[in-house]
């Protein structure tokens, strides 16, 4: 049991003690919002794109992860996008948040989580799994969350060339692709480039959650309460109880039934943050979303790991 809470804790912890720094800083004048934007707008086009491309560039073709689960896995984000689309438009009247919140309820942060938790609870063998999984669900939410955040864009309109521009010029999505190129042409950087990148991509996470920390505004969570409960009740209980529930009844077991937990019970995604606030959703929701559901999850992934390991489904 103290083992599966140290797993949760020691994947969160790191990410709470980011988000603490950056809302020290600003509360002590270290730093002031104003310059937290610039930097956060710069994270965004700079040091997200490396972390795309690191991921994809560096995905291991070992232990190839069945068909059953990359299916399971794509086909069901991409059912519950295309749900959430005719849905939340009937509940949420303002388009900047409709966008915010049908990404908050789809889009997991299995990139940051994924591979700590899999290496500590399979072991380094296994890893190599989520990171295959890792390229194609990466792919499949930045996509999904262009369209969603273009469809749904302040402002209102529907306007396919520029919601195809929006997909063509996403710094993330560039990432991604990049990426993907180096991959399957087997282009390997020379220790000189891949040095650098790696770090620029390291930065990111970190850059993302600090400037996350800075801009937080705790009078505002009152006021967006009911939204924020909604999506977490959602993101963190309902989903991957159905998702876990449907890929045992499938078949999956092991170290693909635990890679539908973390695609599908793992916080709000940090980089849907510095997305929503850079094309014309509501910044401010899509960051209270990330941070409730970081220090959420540190309960809610405990108890599913624990379950999990009781029930014998993670052997």
Do not use: H
């Amino acid at each position: 049991m103290l083992e599966s809470f140290m797993v949760a804790f020691n994947a969160v912890g790191p990410f709470l003690i980011l988000l603490g720094i950056g809302f020290a800083a600003v509360r002590l004048k270290l730093t002031d919002r104003p310059f937290m934007d610039r930097l956060n707008a710069l994270n965004y086009r700079l040091f997200f794109p490396f972390l795309m491309f690191n991921n994809v560039y560096s995905a291991k073709p070992e232990n190839m992860p069945s068909v059953k689960l990359m299916l399971t896995g794509s086909l069901s984000v991409i059912l519950l996008v295309v749900l959430l689309v005719m849905i939340v438009p009937r509940i949420v009247k303002e388009n900047p948040r409709r966008g915010v919140v049908i990404q908050g309820i789809f889009r997991s942060n299995f990139i940051i989580y994924g591979i700590p938790l899999t290496t500590y609870v399979f072991g380094a063998e296994k890893s190599s799994v989520c990171g295959m999984m890792i390229m194609i669900m990466v792919s499949i939410f930045n996509i999904a969350a262009v369209i969603v955040l273009e469809l749904f864009r302040e402002g209102g309109k529907i306007r396919p060339g520029a919601l195809l521009l929006g997909i063509v010029k996403n710094p993330l999505l560039q990432g991604c692709v990049v990426g993907l190129l180096f991959y399957l042409l087997q282009i390997r950087l020379p220790s000189f480039i891949a040095t650098p990148v790696s770090s620029l991509a390291g930065a990111a996470t970190t850059i993302a959650l600090v400037v996350l920390g800075a801009n937080l505004k705790f009078d505002e969570l009152k006021k967006n309460s009911r939204t924020i409960s909604a999506v977490l009740v959602i993101r963190l209980i309902l989903l991957p109880v159905v998702m876990v529930a449907f890929a045992y009844l499938i078949g999956l077991r092991g170290v693909e039934l635990f890679l539908i937990l973390m695609i599908f019970g793992t916080p709000v995604a940090t980089s849907s943050y510095p997305m929503a606030q850079n094309m014309g959703g509501d910044g401010q929701l899509a960051g209270q979303l990330v941070f409730v559901s970081t220090v959420a999850s540190l309960a809610t992934i405990f108890v599913f790991i624990f379950t999990l390991s009781r029930l014998g489904l993670l052997l």
